[in-house]
């Protein structure tokens, strides 16, 4: 396997590279989407709600987390999973500011 050659983009671009990587899963996209209609559940709710089995969404839950999309708890013998605000505060202001850019230049482009 190839090497990536983070070390010659900025930490912005690999921060927003990780961020966008966890939300190549329509699996991750569906546990976001729940969490944010629920606003917080633990790990069975999730197994309950979506047609996976549970060590593969506790997998897509493993790689939202290290991305820092979620963020979860330890309520006794389960985890307690919510949205993390910042992550997501992250991927808003990336886009922001690159529609901003094409708004600007909109009429500059093919």
């Given at each position: 396997?190839?090497?990536?050659?983070?070390?010659?983009f900025t930490e912005r671009q690999n921060?927003?590279?990780?961020?966008?990587?966890?939300?190549?899963?329509?699996?991750?996209?569906?546990?976001?989407d729940y969490l944010l209609k629920v606003?917080?559940?633990?790990?069975?709710?999730?197994?309950?709600?979506?047609?996976?089995?549970?060590?593969?969404?506790?997998?897509?839950?493993?790689?939202?987390?290290?991305?820092?999309?979620?963020?979860?708890?330890?309520?006794?013998?389960?985890?307690?999973?919510?949205?993390?605000?910042?992550?997501?505060?992250?991927?808003?202001?990336?886009?922001?500011?690159?529609?901003?850019?094409?708004?600007?230049?909109?009429?500059?482009?093919?």
């Amino acid at each position: 396997m190839g090497t990536t050659k983070k070390e010659h983009f900025t930490e912005r671009q690999n921060e927003i590279a990780i961020l966008a990587k966890a939300l190549g899963h329509p699996a991750r996209v569906a546990i976001l989407d729940y969490l944010l209609k629920v606003n917080a559940c633990i790990c069975g709710d999730i197994v309950n709600e979506l047609p996976l089995a549970q060590p593969t969404i506790s997998q897509h839950l493993k790689e939202l987390k290290n991305a820092g999309l979620i963020k979860g708890n330890v309520e006794g013998n389960a985890i307690c999973y919510c949205i993390d605000e910042k992550g997501l505060g992250k991927l808003k202001d990336y886009f922001e500011i690159m529609m901003n850019t094409l708004e600007i230049k909109k009429n500059e482009c093919c």
